[in-house]
């Protein structure tokens, strides 16, 4: 059955890529409509969200944050449909950096790279830095449970020539291409891992929260610079990104210097800009209380 709903539905989204712009956030709007007001999808895990990050808010503004933050949801899933029918140009004139100088200089020196970021702003659109960077670059990413909704969205990001690495490989994949090559590493590093699996907690908006480490560690035993990827919305379908040095070294850094300082750059830029941030993942559904095995602490849980 999943097989034929797909077979059903790509034809639509084939068809939505190759639409202009405006039509397509017309239909994101529709989208919007049915997600937020009709099916209410995800509304109090965004607003719980929201309420712990920004306690200071009132209702009201935590309802207009939350719908806000659903619409730019849509709009990511829209953008990332119209990515299929996109050409380079067209990408490269909607997802600026300006800085890609700053980690070139590197590649030509073959020096192995991290890129940390979160899922704030256009994330999905990130497969076009690609074509500026002078680095052989690895996405990692998360599979899909539905096979042939994977290879979709693995195909679509991989539009650049970027190669995609799943997650559990990613340790793998990552110690032999330090090795070899000048390579990238990319990832969206704000994953939430289930109370079964946390082990470290660091703050973010206040709150122990649980986190992967694994970046800080590959850097750390890799001696690799690591970037933090600012992404900023500047209107709709239209983005601007920077990056921002945290080490270049890993080696040389504190334990939890690294993961501390991109959450306190990501934190920084969701202050900036809370609507674009992914508010519907539960960030904060592992705890101190419910982990079920030894925790580490970052310095700043324990000031």
């Not at 929201?50 to 207009?64: C, D, H």
């Not at 052989?136 to 995609?164: G, M, Q």
């Not at 291409?177 to 699996?197: N, Y």
Request: proline content about 4%; overall charge positive; aromatic content about 14%.
């Amino acid at each position: 059955m999943k097989a034929v709903a797909f077979y059903l539905i790509y034809p639509i989204l084939w068809i939505i890529s190759r639409l202009p712009f405006p039509i397509v956030y017309l239909i994101s709007d529709f989208f919007y409509f049915i997600t937020y007001y009709i099916l209410g999808y995800r509304k109090e895990v965004i607003k719980s969200n929201i309420r712990i990050a920004f306690p200071e808010k009132n209702e009201k503004e935590i309802t207009r944050l939350a719908k806000k933050s659903t619409q730019h949801f849509c709009d990511i899933f829209i953008e990332m449909i119209k990515s299929m029918g996109m050409s380079k140009k067209s990408m490269k004139k909607r997802f600026i950096c300006t800085n890609p100088e700053m980690v070139n200089v590197l590649a030509k020196a073959k020096k192995p790279l991290i890129v940390m970021f979160g899922h704030q702003a256009s994330y999905e659109w990130t497969m076009v830095l690609d074509d500026v960077l002078d680095y052989k670059v690895y996405a990692i990413y998360k599979p899909l449970k539905n096979k042939r909704l994977n290879d979709l969205i693995v195909n679509i990001r991989k539009k650049f020539n970027s190669e995609l690495v799943a997650m559990r490989e990613a340790t793998a994949v990552m110690n032999k291409s330090v090795q070899t090559e000048a390579a990238l590493f990319a990832l969206v590093a704000d994953q939430s891992p289930k109370a079964g699996r946390a082990q470290y907690f660091t703050n973010f908006f206040n709150v122990p929260s649980a986190v992967f480490k694994g970046a800080e560690r590959i850097a750390k035993e890799h001696h690799t610079a690591v970037f933090f990827l600012r992404i900023t919305k500047v209107k709709r379908g239209y983005y601007e990104t920077e990056f921002v040095n945290i080490t270049s070294n890993g080696g040389e850094t504190k334990d939890w210097e690294i993961t501390d300082t991109f959450f306190q750059l990501l934190e920084e830029q969701i202050i900036k800009q809370p609507e674009y941030y992914l508010w519907s993942h539960k960030r904060w559904k592992s705890t101190l209380e419910n982990t079920k095995r030894a925790v580490e602490l970052s310095p700043r849980v324990q000031q």
